[in-house]
Each structure stands twice: as structure tokens, then as C-alpha cells.
């Protein structure tokens, strides 16, 4: 059956909460945050044919979020095809920021953390389909999430139009046997487009992993003095999975929680070894470093470097 949500059937104040419900039926449950300081508008119309849903939705500038809570606590065993068919968005997953333009295609995976931050007033086709239902594994599937898939030649130039009809029959609860098999059709369509974007992209990985590397340790350096910073905080923070955080330091035969650990205390060393810093105390230079501690974090000082921290603050004076 289909469904129809437009924002113009409520009052301005109860907007927000109206797209964010219908949002998460729609789709998978999701945070939702119109731009600040501007009216939200929108409306989206969609219904499902076989295994898959089918929407068009308009909307004014807006974010869309699926955190790490509420991948935990809700099924998204499903994969997200959008299509922009006007205006332009930005797509975080996996460690990936990618702006998408009118025409172009991005794929997010549901079971996973994402955001998408429409920048413009956009139209988007969106087909929501189940994991199951395509032969590429969400691991093979991470290596092409939030990025920018063309629309415009090869199996996108037959896709795009096709879902825009599947999308208006859908919405017009037209939806006969036939049509159902073209749906069906249409998830190949998607698998052949998949496909040919990991084929694509088999070169690229090395490098976009080590970037994607680079740009958390760049991250922890700049947080070393919060003591709140955790390995799933920096896993949520670059959308991708503890296990895959864990599997990038693994490559460089350190786990994240010692790579902290051992930024932390060179931070402290450095300092302490500063006459500038000579009248702040041991203490203080650790607190500052995320060592919330004194105890603990003389210990792990005197095993780094031999000797208790303010024994070394007097050897390098």
C-alpha cells in the first residue's frame, strides 16, 4: 500500500518531529535535524513492490543520521540506493565524505552507521532493499558505500529511468504481478551496478584505507586530552565498525587503545622535559594528556621509559 507524508498537513512547530517518524517508517529508524534557521518543508511518496521499497521524497536542506545506538537497537539488514535526481548531497560512511550531484547515484549500508547532509533543496528516488537479496557481502559492499556511482552511462543510465517508473507505480499502488517481476528486475540492475563499482574501485583501496588510517590518528592526536576517548568513539566519528577500526591498526601491528596510550605518554614526556612547563606539576601535565589517574599513569610512565615521571622532569632539567 502506498504512503504518502507532506509536511504542508502539520503545523511548522511539529514538522521536525512528523518527518523524523515518518522517516524512520519509511526506511530504517534515523535522527533527523532540519537546517538550522530556515523553514523545513517536504514530502515523500512511496510503497513497496516484492522485496523492495520504492520512494520519492523532496525536502528543504536537512540531516539524516544513523548512529551507532541506533544501528544496535534496530533492524538495518537492508541496503539504501539513492538517486539524485535534483539538487546535491554529502554522504558519510565508512570513513568516507562524498558529495553527490544531480544524476549520480550512493548506496548506504543500513546495518551500519551513515549521514547524509543535504545541502540544497534536493529530489531523491530511494530503493531500499534487503542484504539478502544481493549476492555482494556487506564487507565487499563497505568498499563502495558513500561513494558517487554515475547515472549517466553504462547499467546507472538504465537504472535511473526504470526506478523512476517502478517509484510512480508504486506510489499509484499500481502494482501487478508483472510489475512485481520488473522490481525484481530491477534488484539485478542494482547488483550489476554494484559490481561493476567494486571492479572499478579494486586499485583504490590501499590507498583509501591508509588515508582513512591517516586521518583517525590525526583525529586521536587532536583529542589525547579527553579522557572519553574510546575506541567506539572513533569508530562513530568516521562511520565505520569497531571491527574495522580494529582491523586498520591491526595492519600496522598496534591496537588503537595502545596507539592512544603511547601518544598520550610521549605527549606527557614532552612536556615534562620543557622548562617552560616547570612550574606545572606532574599531575596537571597528565590530566592534560587524558590521564585522569596520577597513580595509574605513573606506572605506565615508569614502564615507557624506565623511570618515574618526576624523576625525568629532574634528569632532563
Not at 583501496?205 to 583525529?219: K, T
Request: aromatic fraction near 8%; charge should be neutral; charged fraction near 25%.
Amino acid at each position: 500500500m502506498a504512503t504518502m507524508v507532506d509536511t504542508a498537513a502539520v503545523a511548522p512547530a511539529d514538522r521536525k518531529g512528523y518527518w523524523a517518524e515518518a522517516s524512520s517508517r519509511m526506511f530504517v529508524p534515523l535522527e533527523f535535524d532540519p537546517a538550522p534557521r530556515r523553514p523545513f518543508s517536504g514530502w515523500m511518496r512511496g510503497g513497496p513492490l516484492a522485496d523492495v521499497q520504492l520512494c520519492e521524497l523532496a525536502a528543504t536542506p536537512h540531516v539524516v543520521a544513523r548512529t551507532p545506538r541506533l544501528v544496535d537497537d534496530t533492524d538495518g539488514a537492508y541496503y539504501k540506493l539513492n538517486l539524485v535526481v535534483e539538487g546535491s548531497m554529502v554522504v558519510r560512511q565508512d570513513g568516507r565524505e562524498t558529495l553527490i550531484g544531480s544524476g549520480d547515484f550512493t548506496i548506504c549500508d543500513c546495518s551500519r552507521p551513515y549521514a547524509i547532509d543535504t545541502r540544497t533543496p534536493l529530489r531523491l528516488l530511494i530503493c531500499m532493499m534487503p542484504q539478502a537479496a544481493l549476492s555482494i557481502s556487506p564487507e565487499r559492499m563497505s568498499r563502495i558505500t558513500a561513494t558517487s556511482v554515475p547515472g549517466g552511462h553504462g547499467v546507472g543510465w538504465l537504472l535511473a529511468p526504470f526506478l523512476d517508473r517502478l517509484s510512480r507505480l508504486a506510489q499509484a499502488d499500481a502494482v501487478t504481478s508483472e510489475v512485481e517481476s520488473a522490481a525484481q528486475s530491477a534488484v539485478s540492475l542494482v547488483e550489476n551496478l554494484c559490481s561493476a563499482q567494486l571492479r572499478q574501485r579494486s586499485g583504490l583501496d590501499a590507498s583509501a584505507r591508509d588515508e582513512l588510517a591517516r586521518r583517525m590518528r590525526e583525529y586521536i592526536d587532536a583529542h589525547l586530552g579527553d579522557p572519553d576517548l574510546t575506541p567506539d568513539r572513533i569508530a562513530a566519528e568516521h562511520y565505520v565498525s569497531r571491527r574495522y577500526l580494529y582491523k586498520l591498526f591491526a595492519a600496522d601491528g598496534v591496537s588503537v587503545s595502545r596507539w592512544i596510550r603511547e601518544r598520550r605518554l610521549e605527549r606527557c614526556r614532552r612536556d615534562l622535559a620543557n622548562p617552560a612547563l616547570g612550574d606545572q606539576s606532574v599531575s596537571a601535565i597528565a590530566l592534560r594528556h587524558g590521564f585522569t589517574d596520577p597513580a595509574h599513569f605513573s606506572r605506565l610512565f615508569r614502564a615507557a621509559y624506565g623511570c618515574a615521571p618526576s624523576q625525568y622532569r629532574r634528569d632532563a632539567a
